[in-house]
């Protein structure tokens, strides 16, 4: 199974005893919708909610932090997710919440995993079925496992603007990144991680929500001056949209891509931490 997939292949494979689809969607706080009564109305049919709202690290200060391994198993067993499942995962979030999801099972294990290429709205666009109400799966078994090698963490970070040994990609858009735009907290500072590129991860969308092709996408990361040769660490407001910028290196062949999940939600609330401000510049 290709990591980026069609509705069409999906519509094939749909009823396959090993295929398990998802439906990731999570909406920012204040967008006004409801991501679990949205599924009950219409979800592709035999996919299971996932709740990223709720599969979160609960005692951490910093918003939106990994959950453990355990926690994360149990969840996927619940779901019905077990190991040697094949997943196809799906959103209809603004901030492409697959992408979140999609990073959260390889790095606890999961071995065979997708995104559904254009997700619910694409499938919805082209007639395809839905179904309504929750589905409900036989438990299975999800060896709790964590690859934390894919994380940094804040002190690491620091330590990065010395070293610069990892170019640091921030998804969020131009005018958060610049800080011309005040953040939604007021506790939290503008602007970015100093040494930091500005990639917003809608560039790497075309307009009807699909990814840009593999040329598009290598060219929508090489204007920036990301160099391929070198480790990345992605970031935006709370470790989601950076996920999309590190599925996009997916699908062009870089795996030396790691996630601060903390992201600005952490570093920015942190008066101690560095800040630049200003437009983007390319590395």
Same mark, same amino acid.
């Given at each position: 199974m290709d990591s980026l997939v069609t509705t069409a292949w999906l519509a094939e494979e749909i009823g396959a005893c090993d295929l398990r689809i998802i439906d990731a969607t999570k909406h920012l706080h204040g967008a006004g919708r409801n991501a679990f009564a949205e599924y009950e109305e219409g979800h592709i049919p035999g996919a299971v909610f996932m709740d990223l709202e709720n599969l979160v690290d609960h005692a951490s200060p910093v918003e939106n932090s990994m959950p453990n391994a355990k926690e994360f198993a149990a969840r996927m067993a619940a779901l019905g997710i077990g190991d040697g499942s094949r997943i196809v995962l799906y959103d209809d979030s603004a901030v492409k919440t697959s992408a979140r999801a999609w990073f959260m099972l390889r790095?606890?294990? &999961?071995?065979?995993v997708a995104i559904l290429d254009g997700g619910i709205a694409r499938w919805r666009a082209e007639g395809r079925p839905v179904t309504a109400g929750r589905q409900e799966r036989r438990q299975r078994h999800f060896t709790p496992w964590s690859d934390a090698s894919q994380l940094r963490s804040k002190e690491q970070m620091l330590a990065n603007i010395a070293s610069q040994s990892e170019q640091v990609l921030d998804a969020r858009s131009a005018a958060r990144f610049s800080g011309n735009v005040p953040e939604s907290r007021p506790a939290m500072a503008s602007g970015h991680i100093?040494? +930091?590129i500005n990639l917003p991860y809608t560039v790497l969308y075309?307009? /009807?929500?699909?990814?840009?092709d593999v040329s598009g996408l290598r060219e929508a990361?090489? &204007?920036t001056g990301v160099d391929f040769s070198r480790p990345v660490v992605t970031t935006c407001g709370s470790g989601v949209t950076a996920c999309v910028l590190t599925f996009g290196m997916h699908l062009l062949g870089k795996e030396d891509v790691?996630?601060? /999940?903390? +992201?600005? +939600?952490?570093w920015g609330c942190d008066p101690a931490t560095p800040k630049s401000v200003g437009e983007a510049l390319a590395a």
């Open positions: 790095m606890f294990g &999961a071995q065979n100093p040494g +930091s075309n307009p /009807d929500g699909t990814f840009k990361f090489t &204007a790691a996630l601060y /999940d903390g +992201s600005w +939600s952490e």
